[in-house]
């Protein structure tokens, strides 16, 4: 099965950002993907935190989410739409959403960003938890490719990433591949990021794919970029360092069955 992972340097105003989304995805469709997945916040990168609040949709609608819906339905792909703020009741709070749409249009999963980013090193200084409520509940659904293969996929967010009981979990629940939409710093990216996406993907014997924000963006941030696609073995198989664009690859069952069979680790698993 073909996969994209589609890089952007998201602007401060959603209609923008869902134009180049528009157009990286069709790009992805063209090349033959099954699957696109988009960056963490795809829709906006604001000039404040708080900025998100005033773009937050209610679960199930709004303009993101018809965006997505009708160009899985166009271009007859799976869409994982990075994240977008979702209301939670609270007005000063939103979820950091994931949300999959298949072929059809139809909103098939959701995860809500368990892990909340806090950083300070004395001249960056972020804290996620004070817009962001976080989800509570790993997520993984089934995506039948057109081979008839299935395929099994879990759900999480940058910051994530560093998590490994989380994706553990998805290894016991039989997770072929792992998803990463992101917007790591470049500080936090240049240090940690193919560390750790390579890691995830050799203890639990999965492909990973991460699509991530990369570059310089209107509101003075700057984002470490290499979108990837790792295999089970920690071999990055594409990579776009910086800058917009689609990483594509394709993943193999066969191959995939075989790095298990040969290192049966997860089967080697005590606690």
């Known amino acids: 099965m073909k996969v994209a992972a589609l890089q952007m340097v998201s602007a401060t105003t959603v209609e923008a950002n869902l134009a180049r989304a528009c157009q990286l995805l069709a790009q992805a469709a063209e090349a033959g993907a099954e699957l696109a997945v988009l960056p963490e916040y795809f829709c906006l990168l604001g000039r404040r935190d708080t900025d998100k609040l005033a773009v937050q949709e209610a679960p199930g609608q709004g303009p993101i989410q018809d965006f997505l819906a009708q160009q899985a339905r166009t271009l007859g792909l ?88 989380l994706y553990r979990a998805y290894a016991a629940q039989g997770a072929d591949l792992l998803l990463v939409p992101s917007a790591f710093t470049a500080t936090t990216g240049e240090a940690h990021w193919e560390l750790l996406l390579r890691a995830r993907a050799v203890e639990n ?24 696609l790792v295999n089970p073995w920690g071999q990055v198989m594409a990579c776009q360092p910086q800058g917009e664009g689609v990483v594509l690859g394709e993943l193999d069952r066969d191959s995939l069955a075989t790095w298990r069979q040969q290192l049966p680790a997860l089967g080697h698993r005590v606690l």
């Not at 979702?86 to 950091?96: F, H, K, M, Y």
């Not at 959701?110 to 997520?139: M, Q, W």
């Open 78 to 165: 799976w869409i994982v739409g990075g994240t977008l703020p979702l209301s939670t009741g609270q007005p000063e709070r939103v979820r950091n959403s994931s949300l999959v749409w298949s072929p059809t249009g139809e909103q098939v999963a959701r995860y809500d960003k368990i892990h909340l980013f806090c950083f300070d090193n004395g001249r960056e200084r972020y804290d996620e938890s004070r817009v962001l409520e976080a989800g509570t509940e790993p997520v993984c659904f089934d995506l039948p490719s057109r081979d008839g293969s299935r395929w099994r996929i879990g759900l999480s967010v940058c910051y994530d990433l560093r998590f490994p009981e």
């Open 205 to 228: 014997l999965a492909y990973v794919l991460a699509p991530a924000q990369g570059g310089e963006h209107e509101n003075g941030r700057r984002t470490w970029g290499h979108s990837m």
